[in-house]
């Protein structure tokens, strides 16, 4: 079964090096999270899988990779200045700090349990303002983005032209994005720091719905085939009342989190909104011109937009199971190969020098296409459950046998069967089994 509960997920992977608290030496530091030897490269592969969805599978979009840091004017054009805020408000009895529109109750303090204690709402600005310049105080204003979107609307009219692309493609980003938080919760869920798995899909205006539902049924797949069940995931449209002031209709792919169901990823439609805006406040020209029609016009825009770190969680905690082997509980982690950090597990049956040179030879032959995790420490038994708890699908066992009949054991993760094979025919055998 998936994890019930959110601490099975944060101790493990405390335990095993996927997450841990930044700056945790120093008591720690709130809403940030370093990724450890196994996080960082699960992390790695979420957005390489989406990058192999949405760019390499596909003809009609590209990647490019935009600086985090930008001037006032770029959020000035999006409405970030003046519409990306959430409302605050305080409790006078309790002193904490809450979202209006996160409470149950508007008139009763989660904390404290006073009612009618809140101070009158104000809104409050997610982005982290900075200064660019060598002296404090005397350089230009700059903002770390809240979103990757904003990189992609600016460099449209360059990517059109060196591109050579014309809609309906799109422009895909993966990378940090900053938001002030007032209440980050959850783990990684949300965070003050997170990666992003941003794509625009620029349409002609008339097909704009008819990618929208294209691009709503392509995310919700992406999701399955990596692994997570159906129903565990369902696809929400907003209401009218939650529409960001450039969306004219969204809907947010959400997961079954143990609190509920909360968002992995939103899909709008932002309309012309962007392009129009920037063109204005810059001067340039953001639009398409049709050869066909020897028609101007600017593009719709469908927008595609993922969080990497809780999609990263929402992978882990549907992976996560527990079962019976020889009468003891086994952790597993039933990882899609393409996400698992280590897709093989090299394991000599001894560290004796007869034998290893032999096991870092098969590692050597293997790591040339997978990451590969080698482990000689503890009993064999003790190995094939650490790589079951890490997900690695695969582990490949190189015994005293094997230096008489070159061949190893390749042990399944999921299934736990063994299968002794010659060296030679190994990397072929991995590649069937793992798709890749």
Request: with cysteine; hydrophobic share 35%; aromatic share 10%.
């Amino acid at each position: 079964m998936p994890a019930t509960e959110l601490e099975q997920i944060v101790s493990l992977c405390k335990r095993r090096g996927f997450v841990y608290q930044s700056a945790e030496i120093y008591g720690g530091f709130r809403s940030t999270y370093d990724y450890g030897p196994l996080g960082s490269l699960l992390l790695r592969n979420v957005k390489e899988a989406w990058v192999r969805a949405v760019v390499q599978q596909r003809d009609d979009v590209v990647l490019i990779d935009a600086a985090v840091l930008s001037p006032p004017q770029v959020w000035q054009a999006s409405g970030h200045l003046a519409n990306f805020s959430d409302p605050l408000v305080d409790c006078t009895n309790c002193k904490q700090r809450f979202r209006l529109d996160k409470l149950d109750d508007p008139d009763l303090c989660p904390n404290c349990g006073e009612r009618n204690s809140f101070t009158e709402p104000r809104e409050f600005n997610l982005m982290f303002k900075t200064q660019a310049g060598p002296v404090e105080g005397s350089g230009a204003d700059a903002y770390l983005r809240p979103e990757t979107a904003q990189g992609m609307f600016t460099n449209f009219g360059q990517v059109l032209q060196t591109s050579r692309k014309k809609p309906p493609f799109g422009i895909a980003q993966v990378g940090k994005s900053f938001r002030n938080e007032i209440t980050p919760q959850n783990w990684i869920f949300r965070t003050r720091e997170f990666d992003q798995m941003e794509l625009e899909f620029f349409v002609p205006p008339a097909d704009s719905d008819q990618w929208y539902d294209y691009w709503c049924k392509a995310r919700m797949d992406w999701y399955t085939d990596l692994g997570i069940p159906n129903d565990m995931l369902r696809l929400r449209p907003h209401d009218d009342d939650e529409l960001s002031h450039y969306s004219t209709g969204t809907a947010d792919i959400e997961f079954a989190f143990p609190w509920g169901f909360d968002e992995l990823e939103g899909i709008a439609q932002r309309s012309d909104y962007d392009l129009k805006q920037h063109a204005e406040h810059s001067g340039e020209k953001l639009d398409y011109f049709d050869p066909q029609t020897n028609e101007r016009w600017v593009p719709y825009v469908i927008e595609p937009a993922a969080g990497a770190t809780r999609t990263m969680a929402a992978f882990l905690l549907a992976a996560y199971d527990e079962d019976i082997i020889n009468d003891e509980t086994r952790t597993v982690l039933r990882l899609h190969p393409r996400l698992a950090p280590y897709k093989v597990a090299v394991l000599p049956l001894s560290k004796k020098d007869t034998l290893t040179p032999l096991a870092h030879e098969v590692r050597k032959l293997l790591a040339d296409r997978y990451m590969v995790d080698y482990d000689e420490t503890q009993n064999i038994g003790k190995r094939y459950r650490r790589q079951d708890e890490i997900g690695t699908p695969l582990a490949v066992t190189v015994d005293f046998d094997s230096l008489d009949d070159n061949a190893v054991t390749i042990r399944d993760r999921d299934t736990t069967d063994q299968v002794r094979m010659p060296i030679d025919e190994l990397l072929a055998t991995i590649g069937d089994r793992l798709g890749f």
